[in-house]
């Protein structure tokens, strides 16, 4: 009667990986421009964030997302 809960496969992928590290770069440095109040570069944060989340759906559409042809997962 054990059902173990299948693992969805999201957040395993390069174009995960890649959005991720791109998005927290971009709170990372707006954190900091934010505490040395420069506004500007704030807002140039807020577009790396989008830029990361946008760089995430191109690449899984491109085919390094989860179910794409161009990602092999590893074993585990």
């Known amino acids: ?5 299948a ?6 992928s390069p174009a995960a990986w890649t959005a991720v590290v791109v998005m927290l770069v971009g709170v990372a440095a707006g954190t900091l421009a934010f505490c040395l109040d420069m506004p500007l570069f704030v807002w140039i944060s807020v577009g790396i964030v989008v830029v990361g989340a946008l760089l995430g ?11 794409g042809p161009k990602y092999s997962p590893k074993g585990h």
């Open 7 to 12: 693992d969805p496969g999201h957040g395993h």
């Open 57 to 67: 759906v191109i690449l899984a559409k491109a085919g390094w997302g989860v179910n």
């Open 1 to 5: 009667m054990t059902n173990p809960i």
